[in-house]
């Protein structure tokens, strides 16, 4: 047994984490969410090849696991970086888990490649489904309680709607056709529930490094006030949601890629604990900032609703609690909860 | 990145769980003292097989494994309900301490009836003034005609009525609160050490009292050099929890099992915050085997534990006490009797959050070692 990342899976991380430094950093992410929606990150990630990383090489991908996949997303829920990349390695995942062969040979080269890229789309309890910086994309995929459909964006209408995670651009869609993924689904969302909890704890492992610095830094009745159990155990306790979160997630990762039948219960504590992880170490880093954290100025709103929306898709954190106390045991809940959130 | 065991481990696992198939001791008598013998006894089986210390070095009378191969044993024990070998402390910090920080001589002294049970080890750390701040310890060592005279006061001192010797954390100078601490293995068999039982909410007696009045320690008994008795404690309080994360883990999940069973019983199985506060258990159990194993990873790759280890304590003893909490709510009013084994886990788990440093001072650990943030001492 070696739980650690080998140095090929280090090397994937650092690059990106690199490639993000460079193309979007904070102040990028603030001028994305004052309206400048400009993605300077996908060009450069699809420039460097990462989008073929997780689709199967037969469709022009480099066939990697969901793990590496992971690694990827991490950096870039780190960086609150737009979701054109999420979407469309999350729709390369639905589709080549549980889609037909007639749709892994019509999309998968373009999602590899980026020239044709994917949205995902989920159900709402009323109204059309809503989509995470969908626009430009040639294939949404719509994902329901019922089935996973794929829908050309040919023959959809995608009107902007106004969004709580101001680092992505949502929009209402409407379809007039639809094409289901013929497979079981689940084995599908669950690895997208994986990559959810991917980004979740680099939003927190940044939220976290962020409060850090500051409870270091910031004095006040003469010395910094990390030096106060008060702040330096609400660190303490940022540190130890971190770390569960990243066990759960590299474990899921490397579950979806060597033991699938386990996946369940490794994607709902995945999701369940980075999604816990995110939300809480993001307000605990406003609550550090003090009135600081409470301004437009100050980024960390961004990280807060940045987890406000990701830890609720494909499934609250009740959600995934019951799910777990499903597969240990106590058996299904009398109601399924619903998709987005329960 | 492989989480699944080695085809040599795998083949330890099976050859580990063959054996306690067959040498299975029971759980053994009820009252305390003829339950510690049994598990003295039990221990002795454990070592005549080779499996008292695992990690040890072959020349001691271990069997040369890896840490990841100690975790396996110890998790094969939890799963098969095997009863704790009685010399706990001697295996787990006296033993360690020995072999890393002895001489050739202590080694040969010390080891043997370690593995054996003969002499159980007690630690004496912790006094009535000095809890979390261990290093304030007043207990005196003096030199006198070449041997070393100990007075002072020891507490929480777990198996001490049992103990032939107790690790001493003892002052020897005046000067800097670090630099003057010096560690012995003290004889506790000898007048000058009179030991009394501390009664706890639970109404058992785990630990002790231990008072030191002018007893003798040959300086052969001496661990390390003289004032550097702060490092040898800090050294084999890390080697304490290496892998334990893992096996306690292991432990909760299997009375997570016990209360899964207790709740369907009860027909609560239907009841959305029974399951979301059971969920959640499951959850943080199993976080809590994944930070112990990355740890236990970490461990193996750069040879020094890390304070990462105070992520799975802290995890340790609030999942359990969560655990006890859910099962006695689950238990109603049939609870109020108290002679349900749940009750006597929900004081019990009390301590969880005290013993081997509290849940505060783990915290400090991680802000200050891991987090580099500023002390406030």
Known sequence: MRFDLNDEQRAIKQAVHDLCESHYDLATAHRTADGEHTDKLWPALTASGWAALAVPAEFGGQGLGLLELSLVVEELGYALSPATFFNNAAAGVLIATSGGAEQQRRWLPGIASGEARAAVGIATRDGAPLVLDGEGAALLVMLSPEAVRLVDAADSDQKPVSSLDLTRQMTRVTSARANVLPNDAQPALDRVEVLLAAELLGVAQHAMELAVAYARQRQQFGRPIGAYQAVSHRCADM???????????????????????????????????????????????????????????????????????????????????????????????????????? | MDLTLSPAELTFRDEIRAWLRDHHPGTGPSGVEPQFEFRRAWQGTLHDAGYAGISWPREYGGRGATLMEQTIFNEEMVRARAPSPANVLGLLMGGPVVITQGTEEQKRRFLEPILSAEEIWCQGFSEPNSGSDLASVQTRAERVNGAWKITGQKVWTSFAHHAKWCMLLARTGNGERYHDLTYFI????????????????????????????????????RIGPVGEGWMVALTTLLFERPGLGAVSALGIKMELEELAELIRDRD???????????????????????????????????????????????????????????????????????????????????ANSIEGGTSEIQRNILAERVLQLPRLR
């Open chain 1, 239 to 342: 540190l130890l949601m971190v770390e569960s979160a990243r066990s759960a997630v590299l474990s899921a990762g490397w579950t979806a890629d060597h033991e699938p039948e386990r996946l369940p219960f490794a994607a709902s504590v995945a999701k369940a604990v980075a999604a816990d992880a995110a939300w809480q170490v993001a307000t605990s880093a406003l609550q550090i900032h003090g009135g600081i954290g409470f301004t437009w100025e100050h980024p960390i709103h961004l990280f807060v609703r940045r987890a406000a929306v990701s830890s609720r898709l494909l499934g609250s954190v009740d959600h995934h609690l019951d799910r777990a106390a499903h597969l240990a045991g106590l058996g299904a809940a009398e109601r399924q909860p619903e998709l987005v959130s329960a």
């Open chain 2, 268 to 350: 609560l199985d239907r009841d959305p915050t029974i399951r979301r506060r059971f969920g959640k258990l499951v959850v943080d159990a199993e976080t809590m085997r994944l930070n112990g194993y990355r740890g236990l990873s970490r461990l193996e790759g750069s040879g020094v534990p890390g304070p990462e280890g105070s992520v799975v304590k802290i995890q340790w003893a609030s999942v359990n006490q969560a655990l006890t909490e859910l099962a006695v709510d689950v238990l109603g009013d049939d609870a109020f009797l108290g002679e349900s084994v749940w009750t006597y886990r929900l004081l019990r788990a009390r």
């Open chain 2, 186 to 221: 003290c004889d506790m068999r000898q007048p000058g050490v009179s030991v009394r039982p501390l009664r706890q909410i639970t109404g058992e007696s785990e630990f002790n009292e231990v008072f030191f009045d002018g007893a003798s320690v040959p300086d052969e008994n």
